[in-house]
Nanobody
């Protein structure tokens, strides 16, 4: 199982970024995929999950209305469109295989991509 995030960078407040997470080694379409983030010195924070099968989505209150999670099962890739970015969104963003409650125990996640929001 491999996951690799990309698309991070340095942006100004109010700008947008699109993160990608390409995967391999498992039947991507069958699994929920989750985005989490970790700011320096803080614990992991759940951001969003998109379920396998019905593609239903859920978001943390802090990003709802600004972030959109999606997936392309043909490309084994999950995306996170981040709009109206704020300085408090600055973190290392990781994608993980699994649900909001199960991703960490499952242990399949990438190295992350850094997002920095600063003027």
């Amino acid at each position: 199982v491999q996951l690799a995030e990309s698309g991070g960078g340095l942006v100004q407040p109010g700008e947008s970024l699109r993160l990608s997470c390409t995967t391999s080694g498992f039947t991507f379409s069958a699994y929920s995929m989750t985005w989490v983030r970790q700011a320096p010195g803080k614990e992991f924070e759940w951001v969003s999950t998109i379920n396998g099968g019905d593609d239903s989505t859920s978001y943390a209150d802090s990003v709802r209305g600004r972030f959109i999670v999606s997936r392309d099962n043909a490309k084994n890739t999950v995306y996170l469109q981040m709009n109206s970015l704020k300085p408090e969104d600055t973190a290392l963003y990781l994608c993980a295989r699994g649900t909001r409650g199960g991703w960490r125990k499952a242990g399949y996640y990438g190295q992350g991509t850094q997002v920095t929001v600063s003027s």
